[in-house]
């Protein structure tokens, strides 16, 4: 017996099967995971693809496989054809579309088992702190305690402390032996549900809306076909036609997938679910340890599970039977996967559906103008909630002009408008949240007399004041410096802050209501495990009155007791030179203002903003998603922009500008060469470019592209691959990436 295995390399001159003689007595099927001698390595990992019975090969030439990793398959039939369908479309190597298909750390035996060593400080970090100037001579050993003092808990598992420092064992017994440190063995469980909160699951009755929906929807999940966009408004009751749908899955013996744009971001889904399904609902999302991850992983892979919630990623669920994938908030960038392997959620999961047996359904109250335009053709059947559960209204938006209260000598960050109404939401005992899409105090910091502005000097971006340190950072890479106190070019002592960030409201709401608790939700309050939990748990419970935070608190949240939104400024996602800026605007706008009076008082939404006229504020403001997607199509079939044309981009990143900018232009070249001598192809090209990127250094490293705007046809895919394929020819000193319809174009 032979069997043809993919080996774990990820580099095009191995990028096709391997044949191997299966020895005596040892079993192996495809999507087992094999150890097999390879070139001048003794043990290589590798997937099995296919078996065969005979080999052309001469038998001289044809080695054993040493050993199998697991005794199951750990990639599933269904994944193994979806990694072969990733490696054709994403031109990747299929090594690479193999490795999404199980937990990172089943490679290279980094599974930890249950019970875990955990290394734990012992002394006072004032104490560590002295030490580690004492450890001159051994780097290694201040460099554990320096990982330890900062850690939470003052602990680290010894896994950990490796994959951050490296082989540190000696190290560790030596401090043990100091007294310093303390090696524990601790079982470890690993549920990622701990503080979760638990809710009582009782069914509702169902809206007639639900009703109607679900009349569709379940024989379609009964026969195994079918492919829907739900659109419903926020606060239609999306979340119970999931639950209902998800059960009948259940009780037909099949499984489902729930797919949310991040996890940590919707706790509510999770716990929705969890109230509902117990221990029959699995979660996979990124702020899960490795340990927890793979200990997911298996319960799934066991079919010990009926329905996986999860991120991305959660895509490649190990479930059989699935008979239905759900897509909440389907409009979310956060679907793509822009590196390689390249991929978008939404397309595997209608993929599975198909090759599966299952029903495809996304849901949106905003959805991506590709979906809704898949929808109109009839590729997608439309089911519509319009209405609020109860028939309560949809919030009332009053959009303000901004440059108006300006002229009336208002220069505070809130209008008139948003003090009172928030001022009123307070008195009547009800909670209210504020939305900033930036962070930090300030964005920007700029000299009242030349203009100049201070920059990243690693990035060409401007640098965020964050008044709880008094420094600026960098959004791009974290650096931070002192704020001037004279301006560097031209010595004037007028420093002053511009842009409005979450520090500088919640100050603002401070000052205006002293005795009113807040609650601030950015990247900077959240870092923690847990910390967004236990805040959103807090805001329930209503320990503080007024939340302010950014893009994280505008999904999926439901605080029945918050009537009042205010959203400080509505605009600056506009200046974004993006041709999706009008449409994430618009969808960013109108789920913040869903939040508000989602029980039985009514909500009111207050709208600042600078440009009141524009087309995505004026649709957002009166809710109106078929007049925003209808205006917003005309200008896309204008300007040739998707769902009509697809935008590729081979991104060069370089330390060294001119490498950058010359392998771009070779590439541009090539490309060039390319349509030359495809008389077919160039009627379809309607701009190939080679520039510097918009944002022309990230990290210290210089930026530019070449890009593509093709009309979105079968046949230039071929133009696509051909620019995959260049990004992967290594250039020396220059890091190269394609990207098709990236999520950020900067
Ligand atoms: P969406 O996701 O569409 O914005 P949700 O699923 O969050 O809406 O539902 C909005 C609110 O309505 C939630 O508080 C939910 O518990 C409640 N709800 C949903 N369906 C029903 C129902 N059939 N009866 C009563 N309340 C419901
Ligand atoms: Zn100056
Ligand atoms: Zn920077």
Sequence with gaps: MFCQVIVDIAHEDVDHVFTYRVPEGMSVCPGMRVRVPFGRMRAVEGVVVEMAQACDLPPERVRDVTDTLEDYPAVLPALLALAQDIHRGSFCTLAQALRLMFPAQMRGERVSDRTREVAVLTIDPAVAEQVIAAQKRAPKRAAVLRALAGAPGREMPC?????????????????????????????????????????????????????????????????????????????????????????????????????????????????????????????????????????????????????????????????????????????????????????????????????????????????????????????????????????????????????????QGNRSVFSGALVSSLRACLDAGK???????????????????????????????????????????????????????????????????????????????????????????????????????????????????????????????????VTMVGIVAADAMLRLPDYRSAERTFQLLTQVAGRAGRADSPGEVILQTYDPAHYAVEAASRQDYRAFFEEEMRRRKAAYYPPYTLLARILCEAQDEAAAQSAAQSAMRQMEAFFARRQYLQKYVLALRVMACPVRRIKGKSRWQVTLKIVDQPVCQEAVGKMSELAQTPVPGCALVCQVNPSSMM
């Design 431 to 561: 909670q209210a949240i504020l939305f900033v899409n930036r962070r930090g105090y300030a964005t920007f910091v700029s000299c009242r007399s030349c203009g100049y502005v201070v920059t990243c000097d690693q990035c060409d971006v401007s640098m965020t004041y964050h008044s709880a340190d008094d420094a600026l950072r960098c959004h791009y890479c974290g650096r931070e410096a002192p704020v001037p106190t004279v301006c560097p070019e031209c010595g004037s002592p007028y420093i002053k802050y511009f842009g409005v960030g979450t520090q500088r409201v919640e100050e603002e709401v401070r000052r205006l209501f002293p005795d009113v608790p807040t609650l601030r939700m950015d990247i900077d309050t959240t870092r923690t495990k847990d910390a967004h939990e236990r805040m959103l748990s807090a805001f329930r419970r209503g320990e503080a009155r007024v939340m302010i935070g950014t893009q994280m608190i505008a999904k999926g949240l439901d605080f029945p007791n």
């Design 159 to 407: 896994d950990a402390l490796r994959a951050q420092l490296g082989a540190c064992r000696d190290p560790l017994l030596a401090l043990q032996k100091a007294g310093f440190v303390r090696l524990e063995q601790r079982e470890s469980l690993r549920t990622p549900y701990g503080e979760m909160e638990r809710l009582a699951a009782e069914d509702p009755a169902l809206t007639a809306q639900q009703a109607k929906v679900l009349s569709q929807l379940l024989p379609a999940v009964e026969a195994g076909r079918g492919a829907f966009l739900l659109y419903g408004v926020t606060g239609s009751g999306k979340t119970e036609v999931f639950i209902r749908a998800v059960r009948r899955c259940a009780q037909l013996g099949k499984t489902a997938i729930v797919l949310v744009p991040e996890i940590a971001l919707t706790p509510q889904m999770v716990l929705w679910f969890r109230s509902r399904f117990g221990e029959d609902a699995a979660v996979l999302h990124s702020r899960l340890s490795p340990g927890e991850r793979y200990d997911e992983w298996r319960r799934i892979r066991r079919g010990d599970v009926r329905v996986v919630i999860g991120a991305r990623s959660a895509i490649f669920a190990p479930l059989e039977r699935v008979g239905l994938i759900i897509v909440d908030e389907e409009h979310e960038q956060s679907y793509i996967a822009d590196n390689a392997p390249r991929y978008d959620a939404r397309d595997l999961a209608r993929i599975r559906c198909e090759r599966e047996g299952g029903v495809l359904l996304l849901a949106s109250a905003t959805p991506s103008m590709r979906s809704f335009a898949l929808a109109g053709r009839g590729d997608l059947t439309l089911l519509e909630m319009p209405r609020r559960v109860n028939d309560r209204p949809l919030p009332e938006v009053h959009v303000v002009d901004m440059r108006e209260e300006l002229r």
